[in-house]
Every structure is written in structure tokens, then in C-alpha cells.
């Protein structure tokens, strides 16, 4: 390893399994101290057993590197306050803020109530505002007193939230909602040296691998490329969030197997402007114009 993220402070929520345990391990191989947050909840977000967030930091120790263990919910205030906090009081500093934590709760949407809504609404858009919104108050304090730092955020999106997906509205709107927030933050907080930006990763977790099983699957061959393996989302992830990654702000990131690919979002296409009020029939007929010069749309994700 080439110690990329050395002496740097790393929190990664969701960090107990699948993604977030991979980034968890991947910051600490490069260097970084790592608080690594789980509340250890199952699949649907009720409450679980054991301590993932435990686990992965005493495995990171066993292999040489530092991490405490923060088991709260940082979709509250106090859960986030106390995220940051953790940082601050175990190893004295906050670089990165690395926001995964989120579970499933699918359903079609005439069959989505209200509960369901709330609860993947919480974890995934909650959950990421409210770390962001306390590690930037830090940030902003040490960028006032004169401590400009070489901050990083890194969200997560989906496939889901950029293209949508069917039986998982709850889920799409919460991730395009990640969107929106990590471009705002990235406008907002690049005076205080914060730079925020997002990954919609493609890998085999506890949330695709039912939904998903087949594409999802590992390999048989032994030795075959694992081209889901969540490992292979890391590596970008820890370049985001080191000082490397400097100037890089405000993007949104696809990552499956091998492969990168900058996302580009809403673009102004073919426009048509009459210069004063359209008819309805006008406007109709103009806007079948306009979108038979437009690119089509990419499929809905998860759509047969």
C-alpha cells in the first residue's frame, strides 16, 4: 500500500458489512485512522443482533491499523453529534466523512405505505444530511480559526437514484435526493477547504444480492475476476477521500468491477422558444418535436 490516506481520520457510516466494511478496510490499509460506525440493524432496518461495528474495527487492529468502534444512529442529531465527536476525542482530528449507512424496505408503490417511506427516507437522506451537516460545522470552525483543512466527503447514491428503479421508489427517491444534497454541499462548503462528492456503486451487499442475486452472484471459477466484489468500489472511494483527490468536487461517480465512469447529470437538450405564450396544442406539439431530436432515456433500472 502506498499510505495515501496517512495520518488522516476517516469516518465511514454503515461499516459493519458489504461496502462500508470494504471502505472501512481499504482507509485503514492506506493509512487512515478509522471510526467505524454501525448500528447493526438487519436488512429492513429493524433492530439486529451482535456488533458489526466491533467486529470490523478490532479486524482492522488485528491487521495493524487504528479504529474505535461507534455504534449510535446518525440518522439523530444526537447519534451524528456524537459520530464526530468520536473522531474528534480518539484521535484529535476529521478528515473524511464517508456516508453509506442505508437498508431496503421494497415495495411497489401502490403497496409502499407510509411507514416504509419514512423509515428509507431516514436512514439513506437523514443519515447522510445530518453527519454532513456536524462534520461541517467542525470544518467551518477550523477554517475560521485559521485551520484550513483538506476536508472530504463522500456520499452514496445508486444506480436506483440516477435512473430509478422499479419496486424501489422509497429507495430511488432517497438516493437521488443523496444527489442533490452532495452537489449543494460541494457549492456551499468549498470555502471552508470541504470537498463533497458522491459514488453510485454496483456490488454485492446484503441489499443487492436478494434483489439482484443472479447478476449479483461471485464467480465460480476460483481465481475468476469477482467483478461485484464490494472491494472493487474502495479504491475510488479511498482516493476521494484522501488530499490526492484535490480540485475534485461537486461529481457524482459510477463504480461496478473494473470500471469508472463520470456520471453527467440534467443537461439543457433541445429547446424550442416561441417567443410568447404556447397553446396547450402548440406546447404539445412542440415538445413531441423536441423529444424526437433528444436522446432517449436509459432504461429504468431493474425494469424487464
Not at 476525542?89 to 408503490?109: H, I, K, S
Not at 416504509?116 to 467551518?140: E, I, N, S, Y
Not at 475534485?248 to 424550442?272: Q, S
Request: hydrophobic fraction near 45%.
Amino acid at each position: 500500500m502506498t499510505g495515501l490516506c496517512a495520518g488522516r481520520v476517516a469516518v465511514v457510516t454503515g461499516a459493519g458489512r458489504g461496502l462500508g466494511r470494504a471502505h472501512a478496510l481499504a482507509l485503514a490499509a492506506e493509512g487512515a485512522k478509522v471510526v467505524v460506525n454501525d448500528l447493526g440493524v438487519a436488512l429492513d432496518g429493524a433492530a439486529g443482533q451482535g456488533s458489526p461495528a466491533q467486529d470490523v474495527a478490532a479486524e482492522i487492529r488485528a491487521l495493524g491499523g487504528e479504529a474505535v468502534a461507534h455504534g449510535g444512529d446518525i440518522a439523530t442529531t444526537d447519534g451524528a453529534v456524537s459520530l464526530v465527536a468520536t473522531a474528534l476525542d480518539t484521535y484529535g482530528r476529521l478528515d473524511t466523512l464517508v456516508n453509506n449507512a442505508g437498508f431496503l424496505r421494497d415495495r411497489m408503490l401502490i403497496n409502499l405505505d407510509e411507514d416504509d417511506w419514512d423509515a428509507v427516507l431516514r436512514v439513506h437522506l437523514k443519515g447522510h444530511f445530518l453527519p454532513l451537516r456536524h462534520a461541517a460545522a467542525h470544518w467551518r470552525a477550523e477554517a475560521k480559526a485559521g485551520r484550513a483543512p483538506a476536508a472530504r466527503v463522500v456520499n452514496t447514491s445508486s444506480g436506483a437514484g440516477l435512473l430509478g428503479s422499479v419496486g424501489q421508489g422509497n429507495y430511488s427517491a432517497a438516493k437521488a435526493g443523496i444527489v442533490g444534497l452532495t452537489l449543494v454541499a460541494a457549492a456551499e462548503l468549498g470555502r471552508y477547504g470541504v470537498q463533497v462528492n458522491a459514488i453510485a456503486p454496483a456490488a454485492r451487499t446484503r441489499m443487492t444480492e436478494r434483489t439482484f442475486a443472479e447478476t449479483m452472484a461471485a464467480p465460480d471459477q476460483a481465481g475468476a475476476f469477482d467483478a461485484m466484489a464490494p472491494e472493487n468500489v474502495s479504491p475510488l472511494v479511498v482516493w476521494l477521500a484522501s488530499a490526492d483527490s484535490a480540485g475534485v468536487t461537486g461529481r457524482v461517480f459510477e463504480a461496478e468491477a473494473g470500471r469508472i465512469t463520470v456520471m453527467e447529470g440534467w443537461r439543457p437538450g433541445p429547446t424550442a422558444d416561441k417567443g410568447a405564450r404556447w397553446t396547450p396544442a402548440e406546447a404539445g406539439d412542440a415538445a413531441r418535436k423536441l423529444l424526437a431530436a433528444a436522446e432517449p432515456p436509459q432504461p429504468v433500472y431493474g425494469a424487464s
